[in-house]
């Protein structure tokens, strides 16, 4: 059974920086299209970036140029790299499969930005 592990988040000011990461097992990771999303209070999830096998990425417009999703398939592990942070990017973020996401979410990991 596929099972996701996200760590790293905590809090940051406004243009501060946070990076996550996310343990993936119970599949073949380096296959995998994978994803961040995150649940903002009140909000519904969103996906805010993707990354294919291949290393190909794509972002939600809300974060492009300031978010980086990379991936170690040697440690089935996938990465979020946050920059130049807003309030509004405060949140619950999880990661899963990025094409049609897997039932079983982790727990996620909070990222809170506030001055």
């Known amino acids: 059974q596929v099972q996701f592990a996200e760590s790293g988040g905590g809090v940051a000011q406004p243009g501060g920086s946070l990076g996550l990461s996310c343990r993936v097992s119970?599949?073949?990771?380096?296959?995998?299209?994978v994803a961040w999303f995150r649940q903002a209070p009140g909000k519904e999830r969103e996906r805010v970036a993707l990354?294919?096998?291949?290393?190909?990425?794509n972002y939600t417009d809300a974060v492009k140029g300031r978010f980086t999703i990379s991936r170690d398939n040697a440690k089935n592990t996938m990465y979020l790299q946050m920059l130049s942070l807003k309030p509004e990017d405060t949140a619950v973020y999880y990661c899963?499969?990025?094409?049609?996401?897997?039932?079983?979410w982790g727990q996620g990991t909070q990222v809170t930005v506030s001055s």
């Open positions: 899963n499969g990025g094409i049609i996401p897997y039932p079983n």
């Open positions: 119970g599949i073949n990771f380096s296959k995998l299209t």
């Open positions: 990354i294919r096998h291949d290393g190909s990425t």
